[in-house]
């Protein structure tokens, strides 16, 4: 494993464990996500100014809000890392009301706050075309559309496809991929984040299908559920792929032998999700460009990096409730 990749695993173990000593009482699944979070832009954790955050969401925010939900560990730390997290808390829970108006309360509209507030667009245009996006979605599929695929919406609301042209790309993509997967809501996901993609819709999954088969066949078996999502970022990211395998596969047997990972803890799936991240946000800061990626598979770096934290957002929530029904069957 190179240098500058081995540091940001190390980077990301002590973040979680620092994360994990600090809120003992979190689900286990959120002290990854956490970590990832400030691993991705190759910092350390401030456990007081976290701490600060966490009060400061329970302090802005009402006692059965979405914000003291499942995301609250994400968005505490999202708020951390930037300069005035009173304003930018204050301008999420502005975005959350409005968004009450146009959808259900869930844990998900959380995530769909802390993306339109990092977008530099109209916020009530945002809004409007997250919500049509979301209506398409569902008159196509409404028995696979919930509230789960709002982030999604809202992801491909800040690019520049049209609501219409952006259906027609995730349903192309559906379709081509639902043969390969079991869970349609987990290819549903992908197929949002494919529609990203500027590729035709047979290069773009044959892209995802070949990615998904070559971790494969060196033993790195990507989830089929929640994980989903983040494949199709990880395929059609720009980088030499037989060495950007490679880097993952790494990563994947790093994170293995790290407390937390085996086991007992996340799982091998969402374990080699997190291998994927990583690998990719190590990609991204050694490119020449800085951030470069490839311009004909993402419409911008902003795109792929939002993509990132959403499909994390929507997999932790995805796990969570997972992990809930198995210690609670009916």
Not at 89 to 108: A, C, G, P, V
Not at 137 to 164: G, V
Not at 292 to 318: D, K
Request: net charge negative.
């Amino acid at each position: 494993m190179k240098d500058s990749l081995q540091g940001r695993c190390k980077l990301f173990i002590e973040n979680k464990d620092a994360i994990q000593s600090a809120l003992r009482w979190e689900n286990a699944f959120l002290y990854p996500l956490a970590a990832s979070i400030y691993t991705s832009k190759n910092q350390m954790v401030d456990i007081e100014k976290l701490h600060f955050c966490c009060e400061l969401i329970k302090k802005k925010t009402g006692l059965f809000s979405g914000f003291r939900g499942i995301a609250k560990l994400a968005i505490a730390s999202s708020l951390a890392l930037s300069d005035n997290p009173e304003e930018k808390l204050e301008d999420m829970i502005q975005i959350y009301e409005r968004l009450k108006q146009e959808f259900f309360s869930s844990s998900y509209l959380p995530a769909v706050c802390v993306l339109l507030s990092d977008c530099r667009k109209e916020t009530e245009d945002m809004i409007k075309k997250t919500k049509l996006i979301y209506d398409l979605m569902k008159k196509e599929h409404p028995f696979l559309t919930s509230a789960e695929d709002s982030p999604f919406a809202a992801l491909i609301a800040i690019s520049d496809l049209s609501p219409e042209d952006a259906l027609q790309e995730m349903e192309s993509c559906y379709q081509i991929l639902r043969p390969y997967f079991f869970f349609c809501n987990s290819v549903q996901s992908l197929s949002h984040i494919l529609a990203l993609s500027n590729l035709s819709a047979k290069e773009k999954c044959d892209r995802t299908l070949q990615f998904f088969e070559q971790l494969k066949s060196r033993g790195c078996r990507y989830g089929t559920g929640y994980e989903l999502a983040t494949l199709g970022i990880l395929a059609l990211f720009d980088s030499p792929e037989q060495l950007f395998l490679d880097d993952i596969c790494s990563v994947e047997t790093y994170l293995s032998k790290q407390r937390g990972f085996g086991f007992f803890g996340v799982g091998s799936k969402q374990r080699l999700m997190y291998a994927g991240i990583l690998a990719m946000s190590d990609e991204i800061e050694t490119l020449s460009s800085g951030m470069a990626i490839r311009t004909a598979a993402m419409n911008s770096v902003i795109s792929i990096v939002v993509a990132e934290q959403i499909a994390l957002c929507t997999a932790t929530a995805a796990s969570i409730t997972a992990a809930k029904a198995s210690q609670n069957p009916s």
